[in-house]
């Protein structure tokens, strides 16, 4: 079982997601909410990109288990995002960089009961996919 959120997106978003995700394909995704089936997008690391020996950064998890929190995922599912194994980054600019996004995360999901976009809409969340 996977869980995530699904937004409703402007094509304007879609296309910087798919700058940003470089690494990553958009493929679509058959998924259930509220018991009616729906064709979603993902982003899935491209097959070259694939290395089950490399290990996710410290900051990259915080921001991971941050939203999983925020979206209120199961607690078993937040503890295996916790329970990765992790590097330090080495890149001191692009850590604290990435740090201080997290913050900016943490400021506002106290202060926001939903996540908001400038165009998207937050449909729905805790997706089986």
């Not at 995530?4 to 978003?13: K, W």
Request: charged share 25%; aromatic share 10%.
């Amino acid at each position: 079982m996977c869980f995530g959120a699904l937004y409703q997106l402007g094509d304007n978003e879609i296309q910087q997601l798919d700058i940003l995700e470089g690494g990553y394909e958009r493929v679509i995704l058959e998924i259930e909410l509220d018991g009616q089936r729906r064709l979603a997008y993902s982003y899935q690391a491209k097959s070259e990109n694939i290395d089950d020996a490399l290990k996710p950064f410290d900051w990259y998890q915080a921001l991971v288990v941050a939203g999983s929190d925020y979206l209120k995922f199961p607690a078993v599912y937040q503890q295996q995002l916790n329970q990765l194994r992790v590097l330090a980054d080495e890149d001191m600019e692009r850590a604290n960089r990435q740090q201080a996004l997290l913050q900016a995360i943490l400021n506002y999901s106290q202060r926001q009961k939903l996540p908001e976009l400038s165009e998207g809409t937050l449909l729905g969340w805790n997706l089986n996919v």
